[in-house]
């Protein structure tokens, strides 16, 4: 008589966590937490930080359910990439429903958190922004034009301005100017991922720019949009929310993109590519946090 084979409970627990794309999520969580803190002046009460808990684990909720829709969709699409092939949906571990339930039970979780705990409007930009990566982007975008990743990337963008709007119940021009920062440092940032992936989306049949209008094309869009992106990180300053300190960093850092977006120009390597890569997550990381440090030292 044959057996069943066991559950792993753990095993599954972690095909489900994995759905969640957790460093990505963990990213978005954070750019939402500095649209919290700097929503709020001075230091934080501890009402203040008791909501901003709550909020942040709503968006994450929220976050994870859009990036398990994400994986759903796109399973056929990551079996064939080597960055995303190791995914539970790609390799057949979770099934279509499994995946459906998983994503609609967080969603509804992290939307309810935010609507009872937090406030209503920081519920519905944040189911806005859900239908906007995984419906609008995924399933509409990403396979149609090479322009995905610009447009779409306005959902990529809201979680300053969800983290924003969870303190003071609106939204400000100071949390669209942090919303600008993102939109605007998401193509250089997604572009260089792309060029030394290009076969991966080649082989996937997806539109995107390196593979539908060339290497040397791609690569000039990079170090134009890093000029763009250094004026729009020079906003917060400009419109008064920060101080020099937060200038003379957002000035460093963002010249330190442009110089490696000009050397990926004049110069392409795979390796090089994905060092600017690597830079653009240090870049908006660094470029936060100082306005964390300009806030509360400045």
Same mark, same amino acid.
């Given at each position: 008589?044959?057996?069943?084979p066991?559950?792993?409970?753990?095993?599954?627990?972690?095909?489900?966590?994995?759905?969640? *794309? &957790?460093?990505?999520? =963990?990213? /978005? !969580?954070?750019?939402?937490?500095?649209?919290?803190?700097?929503a #709020?002046? @001075?230091?934080?009460?501890?009402?203040?930080?008791?909501?901003?808990?709550v909020?942040?684990?709503g968006?994450?909720?929220?976050?994870?359910?859009?990036?398990?829709?994400?994986?759903?969709?796109?399973?056929?699409?990551?079996?064939?990439?080597?960055?995303?092939?190791?995914?539970?949906?790609?390799?057949?571990?979770?099934?279509?429903?499994?995946?459906?339930?998983?994503?609609?039970?967080?969603?509804?979780?992290?939307?309810?958190?935010?609507?009872?705990?937090v406030?209503?409007?920081?519920?519905?930009?944040?189911?806005?922004?859900?239908?906007?990566?995984?419906?609008?982007?995924?399933?509409?975008? *990403? &396979?149609?034009?090479? =322009?995905? /990743? !610009?447009?779409?990337?306005?959902?990529g963008?809201?979680?300053? #301005?969800? @983290?924003?709007?969870?303190?003071?119940?609106?939204?400000?021009?100071?949390?669209?100017?942090?919303?600008?920062?993102?939109?605007?440092?998401?193509?250089?940032?997604?572009?260089?991922?792309?060029?030394?992936?290009?076969?991966?989306?080649?082989?996937?049949?997806?539109?995107?720019?390196?593979?539908?209008?060339?290497?040397?094309?791609?690569?000039?869009?990079?170090?134009?949009?890093?000029?763009?992106?250094?004026?729009g990180?020079?906003?917060?300053?400009?419109?008064?929310?920060?101080s020099?300190?937060?200038?003379?960093?957002?000035?460093?850092?963002?010249?330190?993109?442009?110089?490696?977006?000009?050397?990926?120009?004049?110069?392409?390597?795979?390796?090089?590519?994905?060092?600017?890569?690597?830079?653009?997550?240090?870049?908006?990381?660094l470029?936060?946090?100082?306005?964390?440090?300009?806030?509360?030292?400045?």
């Open positions: 008589m044959s057996v069943a066991s559950v792993s409970y753990p095993s599954l627990a972690r095909q489900f966590y994995a759905l969640t *794309k &957790p460093r990505v999520v =963990q990213l /978005i !969580v954070f750019c939402a937490l500095i649209g919290m803190v700097l #709020v002046p @001075g230091v934080p009460s501890l009402s203040d930080v008791g909501l901003a808990a909020a942040s684990l968006i994450w909720l929220v976050a994870g359910a859009a990036a398990a829709f994400n994986c759903l969709v796109e399973k056929g699409i990551d079996a064939k990439m080597k960055r995303t092939a190791w995914r539970p949906t790609a390799k057949g571990e979770l099934s279509d429903r499994q995946s459906l339930v998983f994503s609609a039970l967080l969603c509804t979780a992290g939307s309810v958190v935010l609507y009872v705990w406030n209503p409007i920081t519920m519905w930009l944040t189911f806005a922004t859900f239908v906007g990566y995984a419906v609008v982007y995924t399933v509409i975008l *990403k &396979p149609l034009t090479p =322009q995905n /990743i !610009v447009i779409g990337g306005a959902s963008a809201m979680p300053p #301005v969800l @983290g924003w709007a969870a303190m003071t119940g609106d939204v400000s021009p100071e949390a669209l100017i942090l919303f600008l920062i993102i939109f605007l440092w998401t193509p250089p940032h997604f572009w260089a991922l792309a060029l030394y992936r290009v076969e991966d989306y080649r082989k996937a049949g997806l539109p995107m720019l390196p593979v539908t209008h060339g290497n040397e094309f791609t690569r000039l869009q990079v170090l134009l949009y890093t000029f763009v992106l250094f004026a990180c020079l906003m917060p300053f400009v419109y008064g929310m920060s020099w300190f937060y200038l003379v960093a957002a000035v460093l850092l963002s010249g330190g993109f442009i110089a490696y977006a000009f050397r990926l120009w004049r110069s392409y390597s795979d390796d090089l590519a994905r060092r600017t890569f690597r830079f653009s997550l240090i870049h908006l990381s470029l936060f946090a100082a306005l964390l440090i300009d806030h509360y030292l400045f």
